[in-house]
């Protein structure tokens, strides 16, 4: 979810929240991991090729070739690796509890809200400043309605037509939409056979859990078109994101939080025109709100911002592969969502389908003549 709902940006093509639906991340690849809440870092996204690099000169911490520490610090991170995975896995059933009560954009702008309190605190602790660029923060108004208002809302607006499993299943098919896209945006990125055969099998995954062979039967097309918009927009999103605020000076913290204020100042205005305020604010949904903004949209970006900084984008973009795992157990578990063959059946063929088009062929290395042999 990504800040999943997300994604999350080291060397992959233009989407990995991920996430979040998302706020898609830290410097994770191109597409945001999980939920998209990865996508509230939009420093992540722009600086996709050099993330970690960039990263490493600006905290010191270890580049995205780092690998993982041993011992303890082994343990530390895959700890934190699980509850980052389970915080946007429930990202879904929050927002499916939260529309009980309140309009979905109502929810979406409690999210950001939240979202963007527990990154200011922070911001404050480190006594860290927003940007005073006007023009980092006209692409910033940009990026927040992409990565942040627009995708929020319309999953929250499908979660009222669809299970959260489906939506959470949709959400991972931003990094088949990053890479398409990024064939026609982004001139660096060239489609291989490889890419190009995941980009089909995950359209072939879409249509195995929608139930194409029996005429879509049982499956609202307005929600789920919905919430393949929204994992959509999280792919419009990072390709901007990287084409206009790549090379920027500002901390990933600074650049998301300046992000999430606009996209709460975005839908406070929206929210104001088309709903009303709520009659009452039962303790439920709002918990669920609450969870969402300050877990699944602040905490979360905060969490993965430490993998990347320790384990490098390439590990720590593997998080969006659990995400709809964890949004099909809660929703199943807890919300007695009802799971037909072809819908998991479906996720699998969709997430192989990802981990092809971000897959890159290694580098092939230069042969050195040996200079310790004699002639024959």
Known sequence: MSTAT???TGTSTASTTAAADTTNTAATTDCPAADGDATTSATASATATSAATSLSLRTGTATATASPKTGGRAR????RFAVLSLIWGFSFLFIKVGTQGFAPLQVTLGRVAFGALVLLAVLAVKRERLPRSARIWAHLTVAAFFLNALPFSLFAYAELTIPSTLAGI????????????????????????RRV??????????????????????????GTVMALGASLSYAIGWIYVRRTLAGVSHSHLSMSTTQLLLATAQLAVVTTLFTTAPTSYPIIPLLAVFALGALGTGLAFLIQYGLVAEIGPTTAQMVTYFVPV???????????????????????IILAGAALTQNRPRPIRPTVPRTDSTPD
């Open 197 to 222: 055969a995941g980009l089909g099998l995950g359209f072939l995954g879409v249509l195995t859990v929608l139930g194409a062979w029996q005429g879509f039967a049982g499956t609202d097309l307005s």
């Open 170 to 193: 949709c959400n991972a098919t931003s990094p088949l939409w990053g890479m398409a896209l990024s064939v026609i945006a982004l001139s660096e990125d060239r489609p291989t056979r």
């Open 76 to 79: 530390s991170w895959q700890l």
């Open 6 to 8: 997300g994604t999350p």
């Open 326 to 348: 964890i949004a099909t157990a809660a929703g199943v578990a807890l919300l007695h969502e009802q799971l037909s063959w072809n819908t998991p059946l479906g996720a699998l």
